[in-house]
């Protein structure tokens, strides 16, 4: 069984930064996806970035590409997100999710949930 906590959301001004956290414990290892999602009031869940480890690939949404870095750190079972040049529109939950296998931007492929840590961008 995987478990997933996120932690590192907060409220930042337009233009800040947020670094985001992930500890995995379970049998987790560079053979699962790991990757981050986001929902807004409203909205549906969307992709926002995911690396495969296995074969040291990373994945990002248009709209956070540039300003978003994913990580991962094998040895402590890690997952971070660094976001630069935030935006009023990344305000959302982010969630923590993992996979065995390849990577995808589609939720229903994700096993594995965090609680989610929320983000809010003011203007």
């Known amino acids: 069984q995987v478990k997933l906590v996120e932690s590192g959301g907060g409220s930042v001004q337009t233009g800040g930064s947020l670094r985001l956290s992930c500890a995995a414990s379970?049998?987790?290892?560079?053979?699962?996806?790991m990757g981050w999602f986001r929902q807004a009031p409203g909205k549906e869940r969307e992709g926002v970035a995911a690396i495969y480890a296995l074969i040291g690939s990373t994945y990002y949404a248009s709209s956070v590409k540039g300003r978003f870095t994913i990580s991962r750190d094998n040895a402590n079972n890690r997952l971070y997100l660094q976001m630069d040049s935030l935006k009023p529109d990344d305000t959302a939950m982010y969630y923590c999710?993992?996979?065995?296998?390849?990577?995808?931007?589609?939720?229903?492929?994700?096993?594995?949930w965090g609680q989610g840590t929320q983000v809010t961008v003011s203007s």
């Open positions: 379970g049998d987790i290892h560079s053979t699962y996806c």
């Open positions: 999710a993992a996979r065995y296998g390849g990577c995808w931007f589609d939720a229903s492929f994700f096993n594995y």
